[in-house]
C-alpha cells in the first residue's frame, strides 16, 4: 500500500540513454534524483536538451528508464502506472489529437476511455474556454487552442497530480493569466502540479517550489523563495571614486569583479559564504570609500543561468561520450 | 470491452476509413450492377436480330465451306469419335454466342464476380486497418491516448479488435449485400438458384468477410509496427510490384504454395490449382498437367501462420519500444 506521506513523485537514479540514427549514445537523463512533495505547483526547470521532457516522458510510461526507479504516489512506475495514472492528468510537449475530429470528439473518446460522462468533456471544454469551439475540428485550432484543449483533456481526470510541459506555449496574453490563475488556482486546492517551463518569470509567479536539471542531473532543488534567497547575498553593485583601483584592491582580496558602465558588480566564491559587509570593509582599510553599494536582487532567473551555466562549463568534456 | 467500444468508435469515426468503406461500397455496387446488367433478358427486338444474324452467317459461303471441310475429316477439328452431325451442332452460331451474353447463374458468379468482390473489399480493408493505425502516430495522438490507458497491450490488443471487427463487419455487409442482390435479380428473373449452390456462396462469404477482417487486422499491425501508413503501403507496393515475381524464382518446386496471391485464391475458392513452371513435361506427354493443388487448409494456414508473425512482432515491439 502507498505511503499517504510519500511525495507524489520520486526518481532515483533515473538515467536514460538512447541511440541516434548513426549509432552514438546519447545520455538524455543521468542519474537524476527528482522529488516532489504533494501539493503545491513544482516547477521543473532546465535548459532545451537538459531531460526534462523525458523524464516527464518516463514517469508517464511514454518512455522507458534505462536505469533507475521511479514512484508516483508512492507506486513503483512503470509497474504500477495503471493504479496511479486515473489520478494524473499531463500534456507532454505539444498537444496531440486526431486532426480530423472536432476537439470535442477528441475529448469525449479519451473520457469514455476512463469512463467519464460526456458531461465531464463539456465541463472541462468550459474549463479552459473553448465550450463555444468544442465541435469545430481540431486542425482549425490556433496553437493556443490546441493548447487549451490539451489542458482540458487533463482536466477530465480531476487529477491529483497535474503534469505540464510549457502549458503557455502559443497563448495570448489574456491565454496565459487564464492559465496561470488555473494552476495556481489548482495548487492552492490540494492538486500537485508539476510545471515545466522555459519561462522563468512565470514559475518563479506560479511555483512554491522548484527543481532545476542540466545535462539531465539535478542542480538545485528547493523552495523559489530559498533558491532565491540563497542567491540575493551573492552579488552587490558597488560605486566608487576609482573604480579601476578598487576593482584590482577586490580581486586581490578573492572576489570576483566585473565593471558595468561606472559601477563595480562584485560576487564572492561559489563555495564560501558571500558577506557583503566584507566588501566595504576590504576597500575602506586601502582608503577606498563607498558611495553606494546595493545588493543585486537574485531572481529564479539569475540563479538559473548560473546553475546551469556552471553545469554547462563542468559537464561540456562529457557529452560526446554520452556516458557520465 | 470499454476500451474496444471506443476504438471502434475511433475506426467508424475516422473520415479515411469512411471514405475506404464509401469506396468500396461504390465498387461492390459497380461490379454487382455491371454482373445483373451483364446478364440481363433478351429481349424480342435482340432475339429477332440476333436470329436474323444467325442466318446470314450460317447462309455465308464461308460457313458453308467450313462445314464442308469439318464434314469431310471431323476427327481433325474435334477430335477422335466425333462425326458431322459434330460440325454442324459446334460450328453453328448460336443467338446467345450473337447477343454475346448468357443469363445470370450464380453458380457462374460464384468464380468470377464473387472472387472480384471479396478481392476488392480485402484491398480496401487492408487500406482501412492500415490509416487506423497510422492515424494515431501520424497525429502523436498515441501518447495522448496512453496517459489514459497506459497498460500497453490493452491498447495494441483493443484497436485490434477495432481493426478486425470494423473491417469484418464492413467486408460482411458488403459481400452479404453482393450476394443478396444477385439472387433477389436471379429471383426476379425466374432462375433458380438450387441448394448446393446457395450454400457454396455463403461459404464463400464467410471465407471472404473472414479473409477481409484479417487483412484489416493484418494492415493495422503492420502498421503499429512500422508506425507509418505510407510505411505500411510502401511494404504493400513493393510486393504487388515484384514480390510474386520474386517467390517464383525461388529454387524449389511448387513456390507457388510460398505465395501470398496464390494463398489468398486457394481460401477465397476453396482449394484450386495452381501453374508451376517447375513440373517437367515431356513433349511427347498429351495431357499432362502442370498444377499442383493448394487446398482450403493451406491457404488458411499460410495466411494464419503470415499474420502471426507480424502480430507477435508488432505487439511486443509496441510494449517496449518508447512512443513517441
Same mark, same amino acid.
Given at each position: 500500500?502507498?505511503?499517504?506521506?510519500?511525495? /507524489? #513523485?520520486?526518481?532515483?537514479?533515473?538515467?536514460?540513454?538512447? =541511440?541516434?540514427?548513426?549509432?552514438?549514445?546519447?545520455?538524455?537523463?543521468?542519474?537524476?534524483?527528482?522529488?516532489?512533495?504533494?501539493? *503545491?505547483?513544482?516547477?521543473?526547470?532546465?535548459? +532545451?536538451?537538459?531531460?526534462? &521532457?523525458?523524464?516527464?516522458?518516463?514517469?508517464?510510461?511514454?518512455?522507458?528508464?534505462?536505469?533507475?526507479?521511479?514512484?508516483?504516489?508512492?507506486?513503483?512506475?512503470?509497474?504500477?502506472?495503471?493504479?496511479?495514472?486515473?489520478?494524473?492528468?499531463?500534456?507532454?510537449?505539444?498537444?496531440?489529437?486526431?486532426?480530423?475530429?472536432?476537439?470535442?470528439? +477528441?475529448?469525449?473518446?479519451?473520457?469514455? &476511455?476512463?469512463?467519464?460522462?460526456?458531461?465531464?468533456?463539456?465541463?472541462?471544454?468550459?474549463?479552459?474556454?473553448?465550450? *463555444?469551439?468544442?465541435?469545430?475540428?481540431?486542425?482549425?485550432?490556433?496553437?493556443?487552442?490546441?493548447?487549451?484543449?490539451?489542458?482540458?483533456?487533463?482536466?477530465?481526470?480531476?487529477?491529483?497530480?497535474?503534469?505540464?510541459?510549457?502549458?503557455? +506555449?502559443?497563448?495570448?496574453? $489574456?491565454?496565459?493569466?487564464?492559465?496561470?490563475?488555473? #494552476?495556481?488556482?489548482?495548487?492552492?486546492?490540494?492538486?500537485?502540479?508539476?510545471?515545466?517551463?522555459?519561462?522563468? @518569470?512565470? /514559475?518563479?509567479?506560479?511555483?512554491?517550489?522548484?527543481?532545476?536539471?542540466?545535462?539531465?542531473?539535478?542542480?538545485?532543488?528547493?523552495?523559489?523563495?530559498?533558491?532565491?534567497?540563497?542567491?540575493?547575498?551573492?552579488?552587490?553593485?558597488?560605486?566608487?571614486?576609482?573604480?579601476?583601483?578598487?576593482?584590482?584592491?577586490?580581486?586581490?582580496?578573492?572576489?570576483?569583479?566585473?565593471?558595468?558602465?561606472?559601477?563595480?558588480?562584485?560576487?564572492?566564491?561559489?563555495?564560501?559564504?558571500?558577506?557583503?559587509?566584507?566588501?566595504?570593509?576590504?576597500?575602506?582599510?586601502?582608503?577606498?570609500?563607498?558611495?553606494?553599494? &546595493?545588493?543585486?536582487? @537574485?531572481?529564479?532567473?539569475?540563479?538559473?543561468?548560473?546553475?546551469?551555466?556552471?553545469?554547462?562549463?563542468?559537464?561540456?568534456?562529457?557529452?560526446?561520450?554520452?556516458?557520465? | 470491452?470499454?476500451?474496444?467500444?471506443?476504438?471502434?468508435?475511433?475506426?467508424?469515426?475516422?473520415?479515411?476509413?469512411?471514405?475506404?468503406?464509401?469506396?468500396?461500397?461504390?465498387?461492390?455496387?459497380?461490379? $454487382?450492377?455491371?454482373?445483373?446488367?451483364?446478364?440481363?433478358?433478351?429481349?424480342?427486338?435482340?432475339?429477332?436480330?440476333?436470329?436474323?444474324?444467325?442466318?446470314? #452467317?450460317?447462309?455465308?459461303?464461308?460457313?458453308?465451306?467450313?462445314?464442308?471441310?469439318?464434314?469431310?475429316?471431323?476427327?481433325?477439328?474435334?477430335?477422335? *469419335?466425333?462425326?458431322?452431325?459434330?460440325?454442324?451442332?459446334? %460450328?453453328?452460331?448460336?443467338?446467345?454466342?450473337?447477343?454475346? =451474353?448468357?443469363?445470370?447463374?450464380?453458380?457462374?458468379?460464384?468464380?468470377?464476380?464473387?472472387?472480384?468482390?471479396?478481392?476488392?473489399?480485402?484491398?480496401?480493408?487492408? /487500406?482501412?486497418?492500415?490509416?487506423? $493505425?497510422?492515424?494515431?502516430?501520424?497525429?502523436?495522438?498515441?501518447? +495522448?491516448?496512453?496517459?489514459?490507458?497506459?497498460?500497453?497491450?490493452?491498447?495494441?490488443?483493443?484497436?485490434?479488435?477495432?481493426?478486425?471487427?470494423?473491417? *469484418?463487419?464492413?467486408?460482411? /455487409? %458488403?459481400?452479404?449485400?453482393?450476394?443478396? $442482390?444477385?439472387?433477389?435479380?436471379?429471383?426476379?428473373?425466374?432462375?433458380?438458384?438450387?441448394?448446393?449452390?446457395?450454400?457454396?456462396?455463403?461459404?464463400?462469404?464467410?471465407?471472404?468477410?473472414?479473409?477481409?477482417?484479417?487483412?484489416?487486422?493484418?494492415?493495422?499491425? %503492420?502498421?503499429?509496427?512500422?508506425? !507509418?501508413?505510407?510505411?505500411?503501403?510502401?511494404?504493400?507496393?513493393?510486393?504487388?510490384?515484384?514480390?510474386?515475381?520474386? #517467390?517464383?524464382?525461388?529454387?524449389?518446386?511448387?513456390?507457388?504454395?510460398?505465395?501470398?496471391?496464390?494463398?489468398?485464391?486457394?481460401?477465397?475458392?476453396?482449394?484450386?490449382?495452381?501453374?508451376?513452371?517447375?513440373?517437367?513435361?515431356?513433349?511427347?506427354?498429351?495431357?499432362?498437367?502442370?498444377?499442383?493443388?493448394?487446398?482450403?487448409? !493451406?491457404?488458411?494456414?499460410?495466411?494464419?501462420?503470415?499474420?502471426?508473425?507480424?502480430?507477435?512482432?508488432?505487439?511486443? %515491439?509496441?510494449?517496449?519500444?518508447?512512443?513517441?
Amino acid at each position: 500500500m502507498a505511503d499517504t506521506d510519500a511525495p /507524489v #513523485i520520486e526518481t532515483t537514479g533515473l538515467r536514460k540513454e538512447f =541511440r541516434t540514427r548513426r549509432g552514438r549514445r546519447v545520455v538524455a537523463v543521468d542519474g537524476l534524483d527528482l522529488v516532489v512533495p504533494a501539493g *503545491g505547483v513544482h516547477g521543473f526547470l532546465g535548459p +532545451n536538451g537538459s531531460g526534462k &521532457t523525458t523524464t516527464i516522458r518516463m514517469l508517464l510510461g511514454l518512455a522507458r528508464a534505462t536505469r533507475g526507479e521511479m514512484r508516483l504516489f508512492g507506486q513503483p512506475v512503470p509497474h504500477r502506472l495503471s493504479a496511479v495514472m486515473g489520478r494524473i492528468g499531463a500534456v507532454v510537449e505539444q498537444p496531440k489529437f486526431l486532426p480530423s475530429f472536432s476537439g470535442r470528439k +477528441n475529448l469525449i473518446l479519451l473520457a469514455r &476511455t476512463i469512463g467519464a460522462p460526456s458531461s465531464a468533456v463539456d465541463s472541462a471544454l468550459a474549463q479552459v474556454g473553448l465550450a *463555444g469551439r468544442g465541435r469545430d475540428r481540431y486542425k482549425s485550432y490556433s496553437l493556443g487552442m490546441k493548447q487549451r484543449l490539451a489542458i482540458a483533456a487533463t482536466l477530465l481526470k480531476s487529477p491529483d497530480l497535474l503534469i505540464l510541459d510549457e502549458p503557455t +506555449n502559443g497563448l495570448d496574453p $489574456a491565454g496565459i493569466r487564464d492559465i496561470r490563475t488555473m #494552476i495556481r488556482g489548482l495548487g492552492e486546492s490540494g492538486v500537485t502540479v508539476l510545471l515545466s517551463s522555459h519561462i522563468l @518569470a512565470e /514559475v518563479q509567479q506560479v511555483c512554491h517550489s522548484v527543481s532545476i536539471i542540466g545535462s539531465g542531473r539535478l542542480l538545485a532543488s528547493g523552495a523559489v523563495d530559498d533558491l532565491v534567497a540563497a542567491g540575493r547575498a551573492t552579488r552587490v553593485r558597488v560605486e566608487v571614486g576609482d573604480p579601476v583601483r578598487a576593482r584590482a584592491i577586490l580581486e586581490e582580496d578573492g572576489f570576483r569583479v566585473h565593471h558595468e558602465g561606472e559601477r563595480l558588480v562584485v560576487s564572492g566564491d561559489a563555495d564560501e559564504p558571500f558577506d557583503p559587509e566584507m566588501v566595504s570593509r576590504a576597500l575602506a582599510t586601502r582608503q577606498l570609500y563607498v558611495r553606494e553599494l &546595493t545588493p543585486v536582487r @537574485a531572481d529564479l532567473e539569475s540563479v538559473f543561468l548560473q546553475l546551469t551555466r556552471d553545469d554547462s562549463l563542468v559537464s561540456e568534456p562529457p557529452a560526446a561520450g554520452g556516458a557520465a | 470491452m470499454r476500451l474496444l467500444r471506443v476504438e471502434l468508435s475511433r475506426f467508424f469515426s475516422r473520415r479515411a476509413v469512411a471514405m475506404l468503406l464509401l469506396a468500396a461500397a461504390l465498387l461492390t455496387a459497380l461490379v $454487382a450492377g455491371t454482373t445483373i446488367w451483364g446478364t440481363r433478358p433478351v429481349d424480342a427486338a435482340e432475339q429477332a436480330r440476333a436470329e436474323a444474324r444467325v442466318q446470314a #452467317i450460317t447462309s455465308s459461303p464461308e460457313y458453308k465451306r467450313d462445314l464442308a471441310n469439318c464434314q469431310e475429316s471431323p476427327e481433325d477439328l474435334f477430335g477422335p *469419335g466425333a462425326d458431322a452431325a459434330d460440325c454442324r451442332r459446334l %460450328l453453328a452460331p448460336s443467338t446467345a454466342d450473337v447477343v454475346g =451474353r448468357v443469363p445470370l447463374a450464380l453458380a457462374d458468379e460464384v468464380d468470377d464476380s464473387g472472387i472480384a468482390v471479396i478481392v476488392i473489399v480485402t484491398v480496401l480493408m487492408i /487500406v482501412a486497418g492500415t490509416t487506423f $493505425a497510422g492515424a494515431d502516430w501520424a497525429s502523436g495522438s498515441m501518447s +495522448n491516448q496512453m496517459l489514459f490507458e497506459p497498460r500497453r497491450q490493452r491498447v495494441w490488443w483493443a484497436k485490434a479488435g477495432a481493426a478486425l471487427v470494423g473491417t *469484418g463487419v464492413a467486408a460482411a /455487409v %458488403l459481400i452479404a449485400a453482393f450476394w443478396v $442482390a444477385l439472387y433477389l435479380v436471379a429471383d426476379a428473373r425466374g432462375i433458380g438458384t438450387g441448394a448446393a449452390v446457395q450454400t457454396d456462396i455463403r461459404w464463400m462469404v464467410a471465407r471472404g468477410v473472414s479473409l477481409a477482417a484479417l487483412a484489416g487486422f493484418g494492415g493495422y499491425a %503492420l502498421t503499429m509496427l512500422l508506425r !507509418h501508413t505510407v510505411g505500411t503501403l510502401a511494404v504493400l507496393f513493393v510486393y504487388a510490384a515484384g514480390g510474386e515475381a520474386l #517467390i517464383s524464382l525461388l529454387p524449389v518446386e511448387r513456390s507457388g504454395q510460398y505465395s501470398p496471391a496464390e494463398n489468398v485464391f486457394a481460401w477465397i475458392r476453396d482449394g484450386g490449382r495452381v501453374f508451376d513452371s517447375s513440373i517437367d513435361c515431356p513433349v511427347s506427354s498429351a495431357g499432362c498437367d502442370q498444377t499442383f493443388q493448394l487446398t482450403l487448409l !493451406h491457404g488458411g494456414a499460410y495466411l494464419a501462420v503470415l499474420v502471426l508473425l507480424v502480430t507477435v512482432v508488432s505487439a511486443v %515491439l509496441f510494449q517496449r519500444r518508447d512512443i513517441p
